[in-house]
């Protein structure tokens, strides 16, 4: 997470640029050759170790919430080894502790994760060279930080179509362990606003907002989310201001373009 | 010990919907480009939405703070911008929260 974020927001940003090459700006034989080799699962696993540790801060910061919620280290560890999505997983257990219904939670983690159909796409003009069991078993293994160095180094020139699978697995592995010991520890821990760790959640969407912020063009689709957001706020019960404010800023966006 | 490993159905049931949404979304992009062709209009909503949904999230937490809250949000932005570092800006973000919430 810690040291990619911006990058991984240049990649994202760069996405069209990646499209066009799969349109054909860039001869698809240099891609014909993507290779899904053990070593390419080493290569991501080893770039992909110090992104993961960072990673894993977050983790033990989810698995903190996670056991305030009222999950058990069984039921937080087995969400984080299946879900594997951070933003996802933090807004879902602080839905869930607010007694918000399993249906309105899983929604808000589609809608969040919305985000995933890009990272998979601009994916395409390398997977769609893998076999679909490679390709699709790999993208499972998606996350933000190790989809951004992926894209750095199929860019770059390499072959590696594991990488994404490997830098996926460490990133995986940490990301359980990190969440085991957030749960673990949080018991331990007490009152957490005590140490201020009631403002952890906030700092880390503020955190993510930096990385996403886009210059003057996020102003006006993020002031009419956050607007729709507060007075969502005070009008619904419940969590329903993320969707409802996510959902206008980005409808803002959708008015307002101009071609 | 037993507690730790409980299992109850209805936490199992929202993992398990929220692992297949989840995987929709990884695997979705990945299949549906090349077979739909999204208008520029609605891509740059697309585009928008990550960002959107943080500030959304965000916002009424905010709202609802105090000085202290605010003055840590605005130190959190500072250096997450500066260094991009999440850690580092969680860290400085809830170290300010407690040495203001001290001195207010």
Known sequence: MAETDSSTERATTDRDSTDGAAAGSTPSSERGDVTFTLAGVREGFVTGLPVAVGVAGYGVVFGVLAGRAG???????????????GAAQLIAVELWADSVPAV????????????????????????????????????????????????????????????????????????????????????LVGDPAQYGLDFVVTALFLTLAAGLWEGRESLRPWLVAAGVALVTNAVLPGEWYVIVGALAGAGVRMVTHDG | MGSALALNPAVLALVAGMAVVTYATKAGGLWLVGRVDLSERAEAGLDVLPGAVVVAFVAPALANGGVPEWI???????????????LLSLAVGVGTVLAVRGIV
Do not use: C
């Open chain 1, 71 to 85: 999950l058990s280290v069984a039921e937080a560890g087995l969400m984080s080894a299946t879900v594997l999505a």
């Open chain 2, 72 to 86: 840590a949000a605005a130190a959190t932005v500072a250096v997450a911008r500066r260094t991009g570092n999440l």
């Open chain 1, 104 to 187: 309105t939670v899983v929604a808000t983690v589609g809608i969040v994760n919305l985000r995933y159909l890009l990272l998979g796409a601009a994916l395409r003009p390398w997977f769609r060279h893998l076999s679909p069991r490679a390709a699709y078993g790999s993208v499972f293994f998606t996350a933000d930080e190790n989809w951004a160095l992926t894209i750095a180094t199929l860019r770059a020139g390499s072959r590696q179509g594991a990488f994404l699978l490997g830098s996926g697995l460490v990133l995986w592995l940490l990301w359980i362990v990190a969440t085991v010991v957030g749960v673990t520890a949080g018991d």
